[in-house]
């Protein structure tokens, strides 16, 4: 059983920045594949960022060159820092994973935070 905690949402101007935090439980933090989704009110749940398990990321076309994805191993941490925050981007954020490698589908993933709320204003 993998536990994951999202922090650091909150409310921010338009084209300002945040970033946002996800801690997991587990001693096999290493060989998780992190995904961040978002969904936006009335919409669905969709792919935001994602990182494997040897570092390759893979963003959605909507989010590349504003958000960037990490992961720090010695703190069983993933984060996603958004840049140029648009009000489109305002959504509960999810932090999911699954083994080794990442993808882009919300169902190949197998534990889910309680998510975030990012709110950006105009």
């Known amino acids: 059983q993998v536990q994951l905690v999202e922090s650091g949402g909150g409310l921010v101007q338009a084209g300002g920045s945040l970033r946002i935090s996800c801690a997991a439980s587990?001693?096999?933090?290493?060989?998780?594949?992190l995904g961040w989704f978002r969904q936006r009110p009335g919409k669905e749940r969709e792919f935001v960022a994602a990182?494997?398990?040897?570092?390759?990321?893979y963003y959605a076309d909507s989010v590349r060159g504003r958000f960037t994805i990490s992961r720090d191993n010695a703190k069983n941490t993933v984060y996603l820092q958004m840049n140029s925050l648009q009000p489109e981007d305002t959504a509960v954020y999810y932090c999911?994973?699954?083994?080794?490698?990442?993808?882009?589908?919300?169902?190949?993933?197998?534990?889910w935070g309680q998510g975030t709320q990012v709110t950006v204003s105009s």
């Open positions: 999911a994973s699954r083994n080794l490698r990442a993808t882009m589908r919300p169902d190949e993933y197998n534990y």
């Open positions: 587990g001693s096999t933090f290493s060989r998780y594949a």
């Open positions: 990182i494997s398990w040897n570092g390759s990321t």
